[in-house]
T-cell receptor
């Protein structure tokens, strides 16, 4: 079946450090891949997405590239800020558009210290 | 942008009582809504998919008589946890599909059954 595996947290970094959160997936066909972020006390927000192999999603300095050969969608940011402290979820859907449900990883909590 | 309001954000109830959670799409029509459950340090697990005007589709292992889902309009879906027990204590999140980025999430409901 479809599944998402992401690195366990928590991850603690100093401000301006480089961030990588690993995400790998198992899916049939050609899933769409997402990163969602959940700030304290808030709902999940879409951070970025990619819908086909070699696509790069980017937003707010975060990037992730859809790598079909390694079934990965690792999240990166060159210089994190305290305001990036949140829980990050990698997810996939195997349906076109938004008619199907998302399958999530367990989430990775990021804490950025000043 | 697309906004989903979920209410209440937290609730404490006595064992044996029922609790209703509402999920409203504020500025768009949501023909499909998803209900997820999240245990501590676990990923979001899909409970059911609700479609406006029809019966919800439940995932395997989810008791439909215990978790009643109603999607009577294009902007409102409700989840009722009936005869709640302590093991039902969890974080429940709704999601609605939209045309912009695919999915919009509510802020979640923390249910504690005592």
């Amino acid at each position: 079946g479809n599944s998402v595996t992401q690195m366990e947290g928590p991850v603690t970094l100093s401000e301006e450090a480089f961030l990588t959160i690993n995400c790998t997936y198992t899916a049939t066909g050609y899933p769409s891949l997402f990163w969602y972020v959940q700030y304290p006390g808030e709902g999940l927000q879409l951070l970025l997405k990619a819908t086909k192999a070699d696509d790069k999603g980017s937003n707010k300095g975060f990037e992730a590239t859809y790598r079909k050969e390694t079934t990965s969608f690792h999240l990166e940011k060159g210089s994190v800020q305290v305001s990036d402290s949140a829980v990050y979820f990698c997810a996939l859907t195997n349906y076109g558009g938004s008619q199907g449900n998302l399958i999530f990883g367990k989430g990775t909590k990021l804490s950025v210290k000043p | 942008g697309a906004v989903v309001s979920q209410h209440p954000s937290w609730v404490i109830c006595k064992s044996g009582t029922s609790v209703k959670i509402e999920c409203r799409s504020l500025d768009f029509q949501a023909t499909t809504m998803f209900w997820y459950r999240q245990f501590p340090k676990q990923s979001l697990m899909l409970m059911a998919t609700s479609n406006e005007g029809s019966k919800a589709t439940y995932e395997q292992g989810v008791e439909k008589d215990k978790f009643l889902i109603n999607h009577a309009s294009l902007t409102l879906s409700t989840l009722t946890v009936t005869s709640a027990h302590p093991e039902d204590s969890s974080f429940y999140i709704c999601s609605a599909s939209n045309r912009l980025d695919g999915y919009t999430f509510g802020s979640g409901t923390r249910l504690t059954v005592v």
